[in-house]
């Protein structure tokens, strides 16, 4: 058998020699009526002549794995051999118009939010993959005059298996690239028959990131570009009063100064204000800074935002769920008033969550270079057509025109969603007819974030004497923007209602890591507990009951059709039984377990903590386990199970913004505090559920059980409720 | 007065006009080594650690007049040759720590600089002296490549 066997080393010195030939895929693209019409090419996988292959990922990464996901899916059913593959570092932007002139990605869905990226990929990339094969299979059947049936693909070699001559596919690669094959001929693989997918692999850039490559928006430069800080208001429509532009002006380096008008941001589905401020432009940032701090800007503050004080929001959301009547009911089943009523067991309880703060590790960023009648941006930015729509939106230029560098994204927790970064950079190279890029302090970043909202959910539920569920009431009060309805335990309780108040504040608003279910799951698996504990009921047996019988149900709520009692109850069985529970805990020891379905995939945790003279917390461990179907990558899955969870024992523990007056008032790390090593649990143990379903995300899924698995178990601990986040203004940690 | 000092071996020197400029943006700025990483500016993140005469040093809070002399080291100097890296970066490629990615060269930087001083550290240590910032949670990784790095550092010396 001829096969070239090449190791790594050998690949990376041979690569350069030779033309690369395009394994370009004429894939079908699905259009919103499901009919399918033909696209043109696809460039994410180049087969060089000596079988060396370059990948580049279809899909952005946040961090959350997505550009090892991408390619192994693909990889595995094109048959590749994983260890002839380079990656590289950026994203291809592939776009084209819809049906309705719209702005889409013409290949994959490259965009990432939601947890969709895997599940909305899923068959696009698997087909992406089978079609490259056949073409490949195609050729080596004519060469050999023999019918593809009689090949076999595997590890980047084509094998005749009555006689054992084999083909590269480097070999192939240049023909195969130019058939026209038939697709009904396109079989996808068999889950036994993987051979990358189900295995865990490591990240792709992994070396890049460890020996500190420029892999960030925030390294990247570009050709005589401008760099750029804004001194932005930092009071909610503050307008400048005045400004010492000649002292800007005199550092070195300094070659402007311009106004930036406050404007407003509608790409999140409301419309919100953006600050206006003072652009500093120089020829290098470190000038860009200091002539901002020069500027001495005074702010006219904006009686219109006067009022915008979270505090004073709290406490008229109080207000409004105990005393007014809500403005829209989401969710109602059966008659939840009378049900109440006529309960034999009732529990009243209203629970609290703050703003919660992204904190993008990386400031934001973006370079625009607008000319005309094209643009390029280098960003990272969570939906690339997004960013080339936004440049059409406002300069004009067609968005096709307009090439989109993606970068790495250092966090992006649905912040890197809103367009607002790109906006100003857009506008300022637009004004300046010159490229620039603007960087972002990180007071700017939080400053200007656009936050989880705030709520006040006030739940009351009603059950028979024997504990079974009967009422669920839940009444939410939160600062913009939408709340969650249809989570257990609709469904689980005949009587059931979801209403909430509306449209509230002016303090910005935006997706927050599973927007609303941390919170919806901090106040309903928290009342479960509480129930379970009036009635003298385990916590776990009380939600297994629940859960019973275990049914699919229709799920009302966005990123789900489904919604499956049984493998919610699964996660929970195994959370529990991983972390021993109903063991005599330690003196001052006790476990909490909460669980959640997020966006089509299940997660259920139980944290173990300690509390010392009733006020001294400390995190022990955590187990947790996760149903998304599937599981692609375990070794990846397990990393976003971790991550995850501790993102949500961070919002339950500490991530509170004050906003006072319009303004953010905890602005960097040493007034907003951030979870560190010797808060974070040492261990936390994760299991995937194994079954047939199609795979779904975990971006999510992990983070909604954490603040009531941490409040359970402290609860469990010392016998102390918190209702209100953050726990660190009750405990110390 | 230009300032002079050593930087991953290589002798640097920096005008008096950058004298004041945080070393964090002499570096990625001047130098264009863009490993080091802007996380905050105020020295609470960590994520612009490298190595002051071996110590770990957050490079936001020093300005390049203060490294006069200094022997520094930034993550692009700490691997041990073209192709053989640290032993605390090959243990974070062995546990694959990162998810984003812009914290890590701090943390490799902070996680060195400590297994120099304390090369068997105990959690309690690890938890007092690694003391960054992952957004991303990479803590649980963190601490076992920390640990997998102690080990094989300590097999290295004997």
New interface residues.
């Given amino acids: 058998m001829e096969s070239i066997q090449l190791t790594r080393r050998q690949f990376l010195k041979t690569s350069v020699a030779g033309g690369a030939f395009v394994l370009s895929v004429n894939l079908p693209s699905v259009l919103a009526n499901g009919a399918k019409q033909s696209s043109s090419w696809c460039v994410y996988v180049t087969i060089n002549p000596n079988n060396t292959v370059t990948m580049s990922s279809p899909v952005m ?5 997505m550009k090892t996901t991408g390619p192994m899916i693909i990889a595995d059913e094109l048959d590749l051999d994983w260890h002839l593959i380079e990656f590289t570092t950026d994203c291809p932007a592939y776009m084209k118009r819809d049906e309705d002139g719209n702005v889409t990605h013409a290949h994959a869905d490259m965009g990432t939010g939601g947890s969709h990226a895997v599940r909305r990929n899923w068959d696009y990339m698997r087909r992406a993959g089978a079609i490259g094969k056949r073409m490949l299979v195609e050729e080596a059947a004519e060469r050999w005059q023999v019918t593809p049936d009689s090949l076999t693909a595997k590890e980047s070699v084509i094998t005749h298996n009555a006689t054992g001559r084999t083909f590269t596919y480097g070999q192939l690669a240049a023909k195969a690239g130019l058939r026209k094959i038939d697709e009904s001929k396109v079989k996808l693989k068999e889950r036994n028959d993987y051979h990358i997918m189900g295995k865990s692999a ?2 792709v ?3 890049e ?8 928006g ?2 990247a ?1 570009y050709k005589n570009a401008l760099q750029v800080v804004i001194h932005r208001a930092p009071a909610l429509g503050a307008s400048v009063a005045n400004y010492d532009k000649d002292a800007a002006l005199a550092i ?1 380096g300094v070659v402007r100064v311009v106004e930036v008008a406050r404007r407003t941001n509608d790409n999140n589905d409301k419309v919100q204000e953006v600050a206006g401020g003072i652009a500093v432009v120089a020829t ?3 000038a860009a ?1 200091q002539g901002k701090a020069a500027l001495n800007t005074k702010w006219k503050p904006n009686a219109e935002f006067e009022n915008q004080s979270s505090e004073q929001q709290f406490e008229h959301f109080h207000d409004l769920v105990h005393n007014q009547s809500p403005t829209r009911v989401l969710e109602e089943d059966g008659n939840v008033e009378a049900a109440l009523q006529q309960a034999a067991i009732n529990l009243n309880e209203t629970y609290e969550t703050p703003l919660f703060a992204h ?5 934001f960023n973006c370079i625009a270079d607008i000319r005309d009648g094209e643009a390029t941006v280098v960003v990272g930015h969570q939906f690339p057509n997004a960013v080339a729509r936004e440049v059409e939106r406002l300069t004009g230029i067609d968005a096709l025109k307009v090439e989109v560098i993606s970068k ?5 927790f649905g912040r890197r969603y809103i367009n607002d970064f790109v906006t100003e950079a857009v506008l300022l190279s637009q004004q300046l007819k010159h490229p620039v890029k603007v960087t972002w ?2 007071e700017d970043e939080i400053e200007r974030d656009f936050f989880a909202p705030a709520y006040v959910m006030r739940i009351q539920a009603g059950t028979d004497e024997d504990g079974k569920l009967r009422a669920w009431h839940h009444t939410q009060a939160q600062t913009n923007w939408g709340a969650k309805a249809a989570c257990f335990p609709k469904n689980l309780v005949e009587n059931y209602k979801c209403d909430l108040f509306e449209d509230l504040s002016h303090i910005p608003i935006g997706p927050w890591r599973g927007p609303g279910h941390l919170q919806w799951a901090f106040a309903s698996e928290s009342m479960i507990d509480e129930l379970a504990i009036i009635l003298g009921k385990d916590p776990l047996q009380y939600r297994l009951d629940m859960l019973k019988p275990h049914k699919e149900f229709d799920y009302n709520g966005w990123g789900a059709e489904k919604i499956h009692s049984g493998r919610m109850a699964k996660c929970f069985e195994k959370a529990a039984q991983m972390a021993g529970w109903g063991r005599k805990m330690p003196e001052g020891h006790g476990l909490g377990i909460a669980g959640h379905f997020t966006f089509g995939s299940y997660s259920a945790f139980v944290v173990e903590v300690s509390v010392k003279n009733n006020a001294e917390l400390r995190i022990e461990k955590a187990w947790g386990t996760i149903d998304c179907g599937f599981a692609i990558n375990p ?2 899955i397990k ?2 199970m ?6 949500g024992l ?1 919002a339950a523990l500490f991530n509170k913004v004050n906003v006072e007056k319009g303004q953010a008032m905890n602005n ?3 007034t907003l505090r ?5 808060e ?5 143990e994760s299991h995937i559920m194994q079954n047939d379903y199609a795979p779904m995300g975990v971006g999510e899924p992990p983070t909604a059980p954490a603040a009531a698995a941490l409040t359970n178990a402290i609860f469990a601990a010392c016998g102390k409720r918190v209702r209100r986040l953050p726990v660190a203004d009750e405990f110390t940690i | 007065m230009s300032t002079t000092f050593t930087l991953n071996d290589k002798k640097v020197t920096a005008t008096q ?1 950058q004298a004041d ?2 070393l964090l ?1 002499f570096l ?3 130098l ?11 020295g ?2 960590g ?1 612009c650690t490298v190595h002051y005469n071996g110590q770990a040093m957050r490079s936001c809070s020093i300005t390049v007049s203060q490294a006069q002399g200094a022997n520094i080291k ?3 100097g ?2 041990l040759g073209d192709d053989k ?1 640290h032993p605390v ?1 090959e243990a ?2 062995e546990v ?10 701090g943390q ?1 930087m902070a996680a060195s600089a400590m297994l120099n001083n304390i090369p068997n550290p105990t ?1 309690e240590e ?3 002296h ?14 076992k490549a920390i640990h997998i790095a102690a080990d094989n550092l300590a097999k290295e010396v004997v």
């Fill in positions: 990464d946040m961090g959350q794995h490591h990240t850039d992994l070396k990131m460890v020996t500190g490559k420029p892999l960030f925030l390294d430069d070195p290098n940032l470190w800074m904190a993008c590790m990386e400031p790495r994204m250092g966090g992006g302090t990180r070794n990846h990393n976003q971790e991550g995850g969870f501790i993102d961070n960097n790390f040493h951030w979870m560190k090593m010797a974070s649990p040492v261990e936390i | 006009q400029m945080p943006w990625r700025e001047e264009s080594l863009k490993g080091t990483k802007y996380g905050c500016g105020i609470q993140c994520a930034t993550i692009e700490l691997a890296l970066q974070w490629m694959d720590v990162p998810q984003c990615g812009y914290c890590q060269s490799i959690d690890i938890n007092q690694m003391t960054n910032i992952c957004r991303c949670g990479t803590y649980v990784r963190i601490r």
